[in-house]
Structures are given as C-alpha cells and as structure tokens.
C-alpha cells in the first residue's frame, strides 16, 4: 500500500514540475516532494548527529536517497528550487542576526586578506590545469572561476550547530565571504564576457564592482542609524514582520544587481541584530530557519547526478581539481594567522565548500556551450568533495582549536 501511495504521488510530482511551464499546479505533488525531503532530512540527519557528524552531511545524503539518483520521491523543479533558496536566505539571515558589524570589522584586515588569496590561488589552479589536460581557454577560464567563491552557507549551518559563530574565525569566515561573492561575481562577470563576445566588457565590470561595494557599504551604514528609529510606532503588525520584509527585501536587491541573494539577507541580519536586544527576534526567526534550512541542503543532493560521476577520466580529474580547490582555500589560511595556527586552520577549512555556487558557474558555461558535460561532471565532483569534507573537517578541527568546544564535544 505504502508503495503504491509513494509511487502515486511521485508521479504526481512529476507532473506538476511537467505542468509548471504552462501555469498547472499540483498541490499534492508538490506537497508530497515537501514531506518527503522534510522527513529524510529529519531521520538522517538524526543519525548523524548519533554519530556526532555534522547533521548537514545528512541533509545532503538525504536528498541524494529521495532524489533521481536513487529513490526518485523528489524531482529538480522551480517551486523546489525556489523553497531551498528561501532555506539558503533565512539561513544566513539568522547567522547575520547572531552576528554584529563591530565584531566584522574587528577582523576585517583578515577577512580582505583570507578572501583575496582564496580566490586568486584556487582560480590560478583550476585555469592552469584546465590547459594542462587539453581543455580550451575559455573551458579553463569557467573551471577556475569555478573555484572561487565559497558557499557559506554549509561552514555557517556547522558553526551554528557548534553554537560558535560570535568566536572570530567564525567571524573571518563570514566576512571574507561576504568579499568572495563579490569578487566571483567579478571573474563571473569576466568570464562571461569572454565567452560571449571573446573580450572583457571594462565598463560592465566596474558598474558592477561600484554597485556590489555601493550595497555593502549602504548596508554597513545602516547599522547605526537602526537603533534611533521607533521601531513600535513603524505601521507594522510586529517588529518580527518588519524584520522578514526587510531580510527579504535586501535578498531580492542583492540578487537584482547581480549578487547572491544569501549576501544581503546576511547583511540584514547584521543591521537587524542591533535590535535584538529589544525584540524577541532570534527565536522565530531560527524556527523559519529550521523549516526551511534543511530543504536547502537536500535539494542539492537530490540534484546531483551520481551517474556522471562514473567516469574514469572524470573521476582522476574531479579528484585533482577538489585538490586545487581544497588547497587554495587552505593557503589563504595564512591571512588569518593573526589568530593562531589553529583557528587559522579552520578558516581555511571554513572556506573549502563550494556548493550550488561552482554549479551556477558551471551550469552557465554549459548553457553558453564553453563547457562540454564531461568538463562540468568534473565541476560536480569537485562540489561534491569539497561539500561533504568540509563539514567532515571543521568539527573536529574547531574542538582542536577551541577548548570549549572541545569540553562540550566530550560530554
């Protein structure tokens, strides 16, 4: 009965992602595709923190289980894709709103530091290999851009589980990938523009180089200004429903000018956070997170394809590309050695996951015809090692470095 059931609502998932083109709806695919990724993140994600392994690792093999690759309960779809990009925001909205802009800036000089060697060396790596093993210039560019920025959003969801984001490489961390976006955005940008026209557009590059810092800095700004404004006698139901508007709307501006949404509901939260004191905000806000978060990290395993990682070729590649990957953020550790080897270390570490963003790349380039699939399988491989081993690193690694932790960890 039970199989008959799932295997019901499976097709009615598949039919409603089917219809999505021409304006059907199907509640009951869509709201079984829900249930069913909430309910795998649950149970896995149990297991592994029985196994006192980062519950995200769970959540991604959660979603590989119920996925296309095995099960086949959950589909790649817009409305799917859409709800694990709300994961993504309200997930960094809440790290931002445990997070103050005094404590960023404190480590600022090494966030800059962390995030411009962290992007240069792992871009240098991938560009040189890519001509080394006979992929075209323009293949090796979207490889090495690839590389660059990090996905914040797994080393985040392992700091808040070790209740260790207000410690300051968690904060060098946040920062320097907060300066990564835009500088992937950048080599984007640069790449692109090779790939369409065969030259680099300069003036397209610095408007947005102008607009990316413009964001960042008004953001900054407002931080001081948000303590004097009432915010009791704003026309709003709730300080909580003002706070969401504004996380949502600083995730859609990001997006608008070409930056991850995660960035400006980041950025929210920090200008949000000096209102914590006064307002109750945390609380609901994490219980959103909670909901949403773990959809995030499932859907990118239900959309990894496990079968074009079967290759021989893409396997040795895949494997010596995750190897450039991991050591350019590893390098760029010594900016932070201001803070001990230790903690530099697992800044480092921090910075490993590349995630959706080095898919986005690659999907870019496949979709403009500059990378074939067996040169994007390779991308995929590459996300996938640096987004499971990071979280496989970093908890031992902060217990390492952090005594606390180390105490909290034994009990």
Same mark, same amino acid.
């Given at each position: &009965?039970?199989?008959?059931?799932?295997?019901?609502?499976? *097709?009615?998932?598949?039919?409603?992602?089917?219809?999505?083109?021409? $304006?059907?709806?199907?509640?009951?695919?869509?709201?079984?595709?829900?249930?069913?990724?909430?309910?795998?993140?649950?149970?896995?994600?149990?297991? @592994?923190?029985?196994?006192?392994?980062?519950?995200?690792?769970?959540?991604?093999?959660?979603?590989? %289980?119920?996925?296309?690759?095995?099960?086949? =309960? +959950?589909?790649?779809?817009? #409305?799917?894709?859409?709800?694990?990009?709300?994961?993504?925001? @309200?997930?960094?909205?809440?790290?931002? #709103?445990?997070?103050?802009?005094?404590?960023?800036?404190?480590?600022?000089?090494?966030?800059? /530091?962390?995030?411009?060697?962290?992007?240069?060396?792992?871009?240098?790596?991938?560009?040189?290999?890519?001509?080394?093993?006979?992929?075209?210039?323009?293949?090796?560019?979207?490889?090495?851009?690839?590389?660059?920025?990090?996905?914040?959003?797994?080393?985040?969801?392992? &700091?808040?589980?070790?209740? /260790?984001?207000?410690?300051?490489?968690?904060?060098?961390?946040?920062?320097? *990938?907060?300066?990564?976006?835009?500088?992937?955005?950048?080599?984007?940008?640069? +790449?692109?523009?090779?790939?369409?026209?065969?030259?680099?557009?300069?003036?397209? %590059?610095?408007?947005?180089?102008?607009?990316?810092?413009?964001?960042?800095?008004?953001? &900054?700004?407002?931080?001081?200004?948000?303590?004097?404004?009432?915010?009791?006698?704003?026309?709003?139901?709730?300080?909580?429903?003002?706070?969401?508007?504004?996380? #949502?709307?600083?995730?859609? #501006?990001?997006?608008?000018?070409?930056?991850?949404?995660?960035?400006?509901?980041?950025?929210?939260?920090?200008?949000?956070?000096?209102?914590?004191?006064?307002?109750?905000?945390?609380?609901?806000?994490?219980? %959103?997170?909670?909901?949403?978060?773990?959809? @995030? @990290?499932?859907? &990118?395993?239900?959309?990894?394809?496990?079968?074009?990682?079967?290759?021989?070729?893409?396997?040795?590649?895949?494997?010596?590309?995750?190897?450039?990957?991991?050591?350019?953020?590893?390098?760029?550790?010594?900016?932070?050695?201001?803070?001990?080897?230790?903690?530099?270390?697992?800044?480092? /570490?921090?910075?490993?996951?590349?995630?959706?963003?080095?898919?986005?790349?690659?999907?870019?380039?496949? $979709?403009?015809?500059?990378?074939?699939?067996?040169?994007?399988?390779?991308? %995929?491989?590459?996300?996938?090692?640096?987004?499971?081993?990071?979280?496989?690193?970093?908890?031992?690694?902060?217990? =390492?470095?952090?005594?606390?932790?180390?105490?909290?960890?034994?009990?």
């Amino acid at each position: &009965m039970l199989e008959q059931f799932v295997f019901a609502a499976g *097709a009615a998932a598949a039919e409603g992602g089917a219809q999505a083109g021409g $304006g059907g709806h199907n509640i009951t695919g869509h709201l079984f595709e829900i249930f069913i990724l909430i309910l795998a993140t649950q149970i896995v994600g149990w297991l @592994f923190q029985k196994m006192k392994q980062p519950a995200v690792i769970g959540e991604l093999l959660a979603g590989v %289980i119920v996925g296309p690759a095995l099960l086949g =309960w +959950v589909a790649e779809g817009d #409305l799917l894709y859409f709800i694990s990009e709300l994961g993504a925001i @309200f997930l960094l909205f809440m790290v931002g #709103l445990e997070t103050r802009l005094q404590d960023i800036l404190k480590v600022g000089k090494e966030a800059f /530091v962390v995030a411009v060697l962290g992007a240069i060396l792992p871009f240098l790596g991938g560009y040189y290999f890519g001509l080394y093993v006979g992929f075209n210039q323009v293949a090796s560019l979207f490889l090495g851009a690839a590389l660059v920025a990090t996905s914040v959003g797994i080393t985040a969801r392992v &700091m808040q589980e070790l209740d /260790v984001l207000s410690r300051p490489y968690s904060r060098i961390i946040l920062g320097a *990938a907060v300066i990564d976006d835009i500088e992937g955005l950048i080599v984007l940008a640069i +790449v692109s523009g090779i790939a369409t026209t065969g030259a680099v557009e300069t003036a397209g %590059i610095v408007k947005l180089v102008v607009i990316s810092f413009l964001f960042v800095g008004a953001a &900054m700004a407002l931080v001081p200004l948000v303590r004097r404004i009432p915010i009791d006698r704003l026309p709003f139901q709730s300080p909580l429903g003002l706070s969401i508007a504004f996380g #949502l709307g600083m995730a859609t #501006l990001a997006s608008f000018i070409g930056l991850a949404p995660i960035v400006g509901a980041f950025m929210a939260g920090m200008v949000m956070a000096e209102l914590r004191e006064e307002h109750d905000l945390e609380k609901p806000v994490h219980a %959103i997170e909670s909901f949403l978060a773990p959809i @995030f @990290f499932a859907y &990118m395993g239900v959309q990894l394809d496990l079968a074009a990682l079967a290759s021989r070729e893409v396997l040795m590649a895949g494997v010596i590309v995750s190897l450039i990957a991991i050591g350019g953020k590893l390098v760029a550790m010594f900016g932070a050695l201001s803070q001990g080897i230790r903690n530099a270390l697992v800044v480092g /570490v921090g910075m490993v996951p590349r995630g959706e963003v080095g898919l986005i790349v690659a999907s870019i380039g496949l $979709g403009a015809g500059a990378v074939d699939e067996k040169e994007f399988a390779i991308v %995929i491989f590459m996300v996938v090692a640096t987004t499971i081993i990071a979280p496989l690193s970093l908890r031992p690694l902060v217990a =390492w470095a952090d005594p606390e932790v180390a105490r909290s960890e034994g009990n």
